[in-house]
């Protein structure tokens, strides 16, 4: 079977009604989240549109940024579309990668339980999923990037069928690669591609491998070049400073480094080292279960005893435990990558474990079709009712269970980051930077203002006087000690000029004035 | 067949609706807004600037509580750097002290120690007691008398010290990030611990004790020499040279060799010193402590 062919007899396999079940998932997730441009999201956008030679708002930052330090597809693509359809375009990659998430789920879901038909069943019990919608309306490749992994994986397991394919499997290899340059753990993903194929077609399975090279190769040989040295990842020195993580607060030691696409001293002196071993204080014991308490905290009870049910008896089914092997391989790298100190997000914590998510969602409803069935029969009612009735249970689970992320003060998508936006963009001329946090940063970059990190308390001193930004923009996620920082010494007066403050947080500006202390 | 296209091209349509319906909901949500005033969400009036003027003139606790700004950490920082500390009543002043700092160590304070919030403004800011203790006479009656009994005052700056320690002490999720506000427990404690030593210099040497007894290379050694570095830039100095040099400090060279980098390069004289240091360190540092070192060594340089 060519490729061709091949991809066809997908396409053709698209169902009218799940195009409109992928619509319905578009629109409710709106309903159900507020969208939300995270700091990297925005540097993406910018990154992207300085790759293509396109104008960005902070278009002279283009030459101090590492360029290929976010892998390529989603800068480049969220660039472009925002360039064209305004700053609402860069959340079209996020939901429309999660509204069309249900169908590689669904067909995983159809080759486990043997059922057909369960996209409806799938897309709802995805909505009870409060991370889903927040994930969906987030400004940042993650989504787009678990859609591409379950897509690989539905078509791996239907590779399976055409037991003389030979391109589809080189096909599969191209996609993990451009998985890899979606996000950087996409990397992982590949090796397990690889070892399914090899276990289930033998030494076929290799071609992946091939078909993975061909794009992973020119992308390695270009950061490799970029760097000077042979590297596979632009976050290698992420994982070479980590241990400094265990005894270095962590505030100032990301100043010193820098967060997102900045180029810093320091990243290239630990961009020199090969990657060191993490001795932090948490054993591995804790990290599961941090990880565990995690998920279990943010999905809702009545999916997890369901996705118990679901996992129970597909291994009991022997025909198709493969599947769940397959399951398993997804899991794994993302569980051991949530488990490291780098992988963990006290703001964010399901960031690298959405993809064991939505498993547990595919085994939720491989048993709520299974429970569906029993309650039919006891109960003596339709299929409908039972189906609708158990949905029922885990939606409203899912209302309890509200992703703890939702619930924080994110300064760029709050009332008063708005305002003090608005306000910078009225009341400074165009060409004044504005400096704050990478965290706070989006409020600059909305405000149409050139942006500038605030320095580490250990580099403040690096901060001529002379070439400091008038304004600053502090808010509740920085604290106030950008303003109690040694950088702003005496000498330094710093007038409160806005703010803006709401339920859950704040937004200030503030001017630098040259003078005297009053 | 034909039937069956058009629904199809039906079904297309109406992702497509969908996705400009999502798109444009999300654009008007980021759409900037004009004539927005300059103090929204509080009682403040528009011009903030003439406010903080006239509250500086005529500060006292009660326009503070009226205007309710106080209760915001960054704007209380703000204006705490420039208070005319001899024009603004004392009990205010506590007050926007206490608010300039991490809510969450205040209430970690608040939970453990029976002081109220200017008490803790009082206690954790050295210039803000001095001048509490300035309207010591005649100020009996208000919230801050315990503040002119002195046996209290050093009973307490113990308990707040001890418990500043035990803070530092804790245990802290390693994955506190950086967005998370002021709830890093330990980084807030060691500033508080600054905060309340600077100037005193009768407790260098117990705190320079205090300091030692953590295991070299812990977060907790980081913590307190920062401390230290901050209280006491140029009595601790001798001690982080030390830490620098010695083959036996560990990774505790690296946060010493940071601190002596950020003093030093505010004092010119120090900063031959602190070069030779680090250029010594390199010899037995390993590769993730000579990054460190390299960057340290840049920033005593300047860049």
Same mark, same amino acid.
Request: with cysteine; glycine share 6%; net charge negative.
């Given at each position: 079977m060519s490729n061709a062919h091949f991809v066809r007899s997908l396409w053709s396999k698209i169902h009218k009604r799940e195009m409109y079940i992928v619509g319905f998932l578009v629109i409710a997730i709106s309903l159900l989240a507020a969208p939300l441009l995270n700091p990297d999201g925005l540097e993406m956008v910018q990154v992207g549109q300085c790759l293509l030679g396109i104008n960005a708002v902070d278009y002279w930052m283009c030459e101090t940024w590492q360029p290929l330090y976010y892998p390529p597809v989603f800068p480049i693509l969220a660039g472009l579309f925002t360039k064209f359809f305004g700053i609402g375009a860069i959340f079209s990659l996020s939901i429309l990668s999660a509204a069309l998430l249900v169908r590689p789920l669904s067909r995983i879901v159809e080759g486990i339980s043997g059922q057909q038909g369960v996209t409806g069943l799938m897309a709802i019990t995805l909505l009870s999923i409060s991370s889903y919608s927040f994930y969906g309306l987030l400004a940042e490749p993650r989504m787009l990037s678990v859609f591409m992994l379950f897509f690989l994986w539905s078509l791996m397991f239907k590779v399976e069928g055409y037991r003389a394919s030979r391109q589809p499997l080189v096909l599969i290899g191209v996609l993990s690669g451009i998985l890899m340059l979606i996000r950087p753990e996409g990397i992982l993903a590949s090796p397990m591609l690889v070892a399914y194929s090899l276990w289930r077609l033998g030494r076929r399975g290799w071609r992946i491998a091939v078909g993975f090279l061909m794009i992973a190769l020119p992308w390695w040989c270009l950061l490799s070049v970029s760097a000077g040295r042979l590297t596979v990842s632009s976050r290698s020195w992420e994982l070479a400073g980590a241990s400094l993580l265990s005894y270095l607060p962590v505030r100032p030691l990301v100043q010193l480094w820098g967060v997102g696409a900045s180029d810093r001293p320091m990243r290239d002196a630990l961009s020199a080292l090969g990657p060191s071993e993490f001795s932090g204080e948490s054993s591995a014991i804790d990290a599961l279960l941090s990880v565990l308490l995690d998920l279990t905290s943010s999905l809702p009870a009545p999916l997890l005893i369901l996705a118990a049910i679901g996992l129970y008896l597909s291994i009991k089914r022997h025909d198709n435990r493969h599947l769940s092997v397959g399951m398993v391989l997804i899991v794994v790298p993302y569980l051991a990558l949530a488990m490291t100190p780098v992988g963990r997000d006290v703001a964010m914590p399901l960031n690298n474990l959405l993809p064991v998510v939505f498993v547990v969602a595919v085994y939720g409803v491989v048993g709520l079709l299974w429970l569906s069935t029993f309650v039919r029969r006891r109960l003596s009612i339709s299929g409908l009712s039972s189906n609708m009735l158990l949905l029922s249970i885990v939606f409203i689970g899912g209302r309890f269970t509200p992703y703890p992320s939702s619930q924080l003060f994110w300064p760029q998508s709050s009332e008063s980051g708005y305002l003090a936006a608005s306000w910078l963009n009225e009341n400074i001329s165009e060409g004044e930077t504005v400096a704050s946090t990478f965290a706070s940063s989006p409020i600059v970059h909305i405000s149409e203002r050139p942006w500038l990190a605030l320095p580490s308390r250990w580099d403040g001193s690096s901060w001529e006087v002379a070439d400091r930004p008038s304004w600053l923009v502090v808010s509740a996620v920085d604290g106030p000690w950008p303003i109690s920082s040694p950088m702003f010494g005496d000498g330094v007066n710093i007038e409160p000029r806005a703010i803006f403050s709401d339920d859950l947080g704040w937004v200030l500006v503030l001017e630098q004035t040259a003078g005297s202390r009053r | 067949?034909?039937? =069956?296209?058009?629904?199809?091209?039906?079904?297309?349509?109406?992702?497509?609706? =969908?996705?400009?319906?999502?798109?444009?909901?999300?654009?008007?949500?980021?759409?900037?807004?004009?004539?927005?005033?300059?103090?929204?969400?509080?009682?403040?009036?528009?011009?903030?600037?003439?406010?903080?003027?006239?509250?500086?003139?005529?500060?006292?606790?009660?326009?503070?509580?009226?205007?309710?700004?106080?209760?915001?950490?960054?704007?209380?920082?703000?204006?705490?750097?420039?208070?005319?500390?001899?024009?603004?009543?004392?009990?205010?002043?506590?007050?926007?002290?206490?608010?300039?700092?991490?809510?969450?160590?205040?209430?970690?304070?608040?939970?453990?120690?029976?002081?109220?919030?200017?008490?803790?403004?009082?206690?954790?800011?050295?210039?803000?007691?001095?001048?509490?203790?300035?309207?010591?006479?005649?100020?009996?009656?208000?919230?801050?008398?315990?503040?002119?009994?002195?046996?209290?005052?050093? =009973?307490?700056?113990?308990?707040?010290?001890?418990?500043?320690?035990?803070?530092?002490?804790?245990?802290?999720?390693? =994955?506190?990030?950086?967005?998370?506000?002021?709830?890093?427990?330990?980084?807030?404690?060691?500033?508080?611990?600054?905060?309340?030593?600077?100037?005193?210099?009768?407790?260098?040497?117990?705190?320079?004790?205090?300091?030692?007894?953590?295991?070299?290379?812990?977060?907790?050694?980081?913590?307190?020499?920062m401390a230290i570095s901050c209280a006491y830039p140029e009595l601790s100095s001798p001690y982080l040279l030390d830490l620098v040099t010695s083959e036996n400090s560990g990774n505790s060279m690296v946060i010493a060799a940071f601190e002596l980098a950020r003093t030093s390069s505010y004092d010119a004289s120090s900063r031959s010193k602190v070069r030779a240091a680090i250029s010594a360190a390199f010899e037995w540092a390993d590769p993730q402590q000579s990054a460190a070192l390299s960057v340290a060594d840049q920033i005593v340089g300047g860049w």
């Open positions: - | 067949m034909s039937e =069956a296209k058009n629904r199809t091209r039906t079904s297309w349509v109406f992702l497509s609706i =969908a996705l400009i319906f999502v798109i444009s909901r999300a654009s008007s949500a980021f759409e900037l807004r004009a004539g927005v005033p300059s103090a929204v969400g509080t009682e403040l009036p528009a011009n903030l600037q003439e406010a903080t003027e006239v509250w500086l003139k005529h500060g006292d606790a009660e326009t503070l509580a009226e205007s309710n700004l106080h209760m915001l950490p960054g704007l209380a920082a703000a204006w705490l750097r420039g208070l005319d500390l001899s024009r603004v009543d004392s009990e205010a002043l506590a007050e926007v002290a206490i608010s300039s700092m991490s809510q969450t160590l205040v209430r970690e304070l608040q939970s453990s120690l029976d002081y109220t919030r200017p008490e803790l403004g009082v206690l954790l800011n050295r210039p803000v007691m001095e001048r509490a203790q300035e309207q010591c006479p005649g100020a009996m009656s208000s919230s801050l008398h315990r503040v002119c009994d002195d046996d209290w005052l050093l =009973a307490s700056k113990r308990d707040i010290l001890a418990e500043l320690y035990e803070l530092i002490e804790t245990e802290v999720e390693f =994955a506190a990030e950086i967005r998370l506000g002021d709830s890093d427990l330990g980084l807030e404690a060691s500033n508080a611990l600054c905060r309340v030593l600077v100037g005193d210099f009768t407790m260098y040497e117990d705190t320079l004790s205090k300091v030692m007894s953590y295991e070299l290379g812990s977060r907790q050694h980081s913590l307190g020499i």
